[in-house]
């Protein structure tokens, strides 16, 4: 069992930034993988990007060039940096993680964090 406590959402103008953070209950060595996901209101959730134990980084079209995902092994936690941000970015956003395999761009969530609520005023 892994918990995520997510933290740094919040309200900003459209072209501010953010950082998120992930915080998990255990090393994050035995963690295959970190995601961020998002769920605008009325719209599926979605993958934003990830990262895998050797820093292996994938994207949303939507986010690349403006999102970056990190992770700190001895901290235990997961970043994403969020620049240029825009009202379409507006949304609640989710740590993943995964113990299984990662093949190609898909990742099988096994635990979810709470959620943290971001939104971005044009």
């Known amino acids: 069992q892994v918990q995520l406590v997510e933290s740094g959402g919040g309200t900003v103008e459209s072209g501010a930034s953010l950082r998120l953070s992930c915080a998990a209950s255990?090393?994050?060595?035995?963690?295959?993988?970190m995601a961020w996901y998002r769920q605008a209101p009325g719209k599926q959730r979605e993958l934003v990007a990830f990262?895998?134990?050797?820093?292996?980084?994938n994207y949303a079209d939507s986010v690349k060039g403006r999102f970056t995902i990190s992770r700190d092994n001895v901290k235990n936690t997961a970043y994403l940096q969020m620049n240029s941000l825009k009202p379409e970015d507006t949304a609640v956003y989710y740590c993943a993680v995964t113990q299984r395999s990662i093949v190609g761009d898909t990742f099988l969530v096994d635990y979810w964090g709470q959620g943290t609520q971001v939104t971005v005023s044009s």
């Open positions: 990262i895998t134990r050797t820093s292996s980084t």
């Open positions: 255990k090393s994050i060595f035995t963690i295959n993988g």
